[in-house]
């Protein structure tokens, strides 16, 4: 089983709408998640982390279900800006601080 | 701003050549990463490095070696390249101590091996 687990789509969505992503992850050891973006032949930057009781930054809300092992991001009121390849984030302490480790990511197209 | 760069956006190279892809970093940062990234694989880590002088492998460190000689730079060599190298190299940056720290990347150099 993979560590990080996502659909890759491609999510095709019109402007406005709300899309959620969701991903998994196998070690319930994980103790960071993050969600980073990555727009189209450019490097990964990060969107947000991802805390056990939610977290929002305007359009964007993040949740972890731990129990599950879950993860997921939803986008409100989408825009055109946010077409980009969505990269789900797990780190596992006991290697060294700051090693993440990746998921496929899943690929956003908002059409107007 | 924290800014990551590499010494190549692209870069072509034939089979079996020596190749050396740099990477620096301005804000002083730990940790340092090589990944390579292709399509339908994600991004995988390479090697890594917590210091200077020292480095630890990552889940594909065959075919690669690297050097960190200085705390801001950070080189992936490729001993003889081949074309299952052929890839998006992105080097990455973070600071040891800090709570949910980001990694920083680099905006890649796109080999390709003939």
């Known amino acids: 089983r993979k560590e990080v687990e996502q659909d890759p789509g491609p999510f095709n969505v019109p402007e406005g709408a709300t899309v959620a992503f969701n991903c998994t992850y196998s070690?319930?050891?994980?103790?960071?998640f993050f969600w980073y973006r990555q727009d189209c032949r450019k490097e990964p930057k990060l969107l947000m982390s991802?805390?056990?009781s939610g977290n929002e930054d305007g359009r964007f809300t993040a949740q972890l279900n731990r129990a599950s092992q879950y993860i997921s991001l939803l986008i409100r009121d989408s825009k055109l800006s946010d077409s980009a390849t969505y990269l789900c984030?797990?780190?596992?302490?006991?290697?060294?601080?700051?090693?993440?480790?990746f998921g496929k990511g899943t690929k956003l197209s908002v059409k107007p | 701003d924290v800014k990551v760069t590499q010494s190549s956006r692209y870069l072509v190279k034939r089979t079996g050549e020596k190749v050396f892809l740099e990477c620096v970093q301005d804000?002083?940062?730990?940790?340092m990463f090589w990944y390579r990234q292709d399509p339908g694989l994600g991004l995988r880590l390479i090697y890594f490095?917590?210091?200077?002088?020292?480095?630890e492998k990552g889940d594909i460190p065959e075919g690669y070696s690297v050097s960190r000689e200085k705390k801001e730079r950070f080189s992936l060599i490729l001993e003889s390249a081949s074309t299952n190298q052929t890839s998006m190299y992105l080097c990455?940056?973070?600071?040891?101590?800090?709570?949910?720290?980001?990694?920083?990347f680099g905006p890649g150099t796109r080999l390709t091996v003939l």
């Open positions: 990455a940056s973070t600071k040891t101590g800090v709570k949910d720290n980001e990694q920083f």
């Open positions: 070690n319930s050891a994980s103790q960071s």
């Open positions: 991802v805390y056990s």
């Open positions: 984030v797990v780190r596992n302490y006991g290697g060294s601080q700051g090693n993440l480790i």
């Open positions: 804000m002083d940062h730990e940790n």
């Open positions: 490095s917590y210091d200077v002088k020292m480095k």
